[in-house]
């Protein structure tokens, strides 16, 4: 009779401790299915359902918790570099769109991956702004009929480009497929001012990662190939199916290089992207959605509908915009258009009640001399928005460029956090002082 009665006792026990483990499992599973659930409904207008980058559940969401990616969501470029973590992943393929990527860090795991036998396609611009450099040409530029005193600079681009000329030629060695992004027939309106300036990476068509930074030294700030400035930039990594379907079709229509319909495809996509020359809509959307805050940041702005959609919303409707942008006298001079229409402009803004501020040398990145190229934006600090469209015409209307709009909460974080510690910097100067090199 003992010997049942503490069998009965601890059977008892264990199945107090079965139903106690049921209940926290079911509890658990409850509170995490919300957190993780993907919704496929994002309407083009109703920022406030909009549910990007999400980790999709498996079948358990309990299990999901612990195997969750943590290479997803936003990312500081200086801080963490996460596009040399998405090239070493790669398993399969690798699908780059690129305006610049001249860091040797990056370069060389580009070789890398290809030596593993990954494939690797890349569409470059074949004329970012002062380089005038044709990769795809063998013939190395004669550095001796140059004079590296005299004529510095002109010597330096000729070593810049020979050091591309025989990365490409490489990467074309290994099997790499590198191909010129064909602004004839895909810029909106061809001419010497439209550019590929996006900057995207699809690995293995399972992620896709978007950048404001082009693959270039000064924006991953690692001493090994800094030069002096440290860019402030960042990326955006999802595995959001929909987008990444979205994007996979606009590359692959872009590596072809003809014609396309590329708002029909948009219009089907996912309404999570910007890309141009169709960007303009979603971003002043996103403006005209705040209720409360607007924080931005860009190289510039020089665009109309977008700086009256910001105005507008500080002046009629009460939001609390803040706006930051690169120090307009950052090299020394700046054009004569700039000069006449620029000291009219910012006083416009700050009466309209935007405050404005200016990104300076004195903001150090990573301890180095900051320069601001990230162009992002956050609504009433939920709704986050990165991309590499600057606040310019043919950004907005003519370039190939790409963004991501994002509700995650700890990311929308991140960016409001870096945002407000730049704008509220004791190095940041007013609109007065960054005129200060117009005479």
Known sequence: MNLRLRLDVCYQ????????LLFFVLLLSATLQPLYSYSQT??????????IGRIRPLKNPLFSFFRQDKNLGFFDNATRPIVFELIDEAKVKIDIEIYEMKDENFRNKILDSLKRKVKVRIIKDPSAVGDGCDELDPTEVDLSKIDSKTDSIKYRKAKDCNKDKLFVAKFISLGGVYRYFNKKELCAIPNDQCYMHG???????????LSTGNWNPTSFCQSSSLSTTCNRDFSFVTKNRKMIRTLKSIYEHDFVGQKYDLKSILKKGSHALTVSPYAINPLIQMIKSAKKSIWLNNQYLREGVLIEALMDAAKNRGVSVHIMLEDTCHFGTISKSDQEWLP????????????????????????????LHAKSLVVDEEVGWVGSVNGSEDSLYNNREFGVVFKMKKSVRELVSILKS??????AIDWHDALRCIK
């Open 42 to 51: 994002q309407p083009p207008v109703d920022l406030a359902t909009l549910e």
């Open 422 to 427: 730049d704008f509220y910097h004791p190095a």
């Open 13 to 20: 026990h264990l199945g107090n401790f079965m139903h106690k």
């Open 199 to 209: 900057k995207m990476l699809i690995q293995d068509d399972q992620k896709v990662l």
């Open 344 to 371: 009219i402009l910012f006083p416009q803004m700050e009466a309209s009640g935007i405050e404005l501020k200016f990104f300076t040398k004195k903001v150090l990145v990573k301890g180095h001399v900051g320069y």
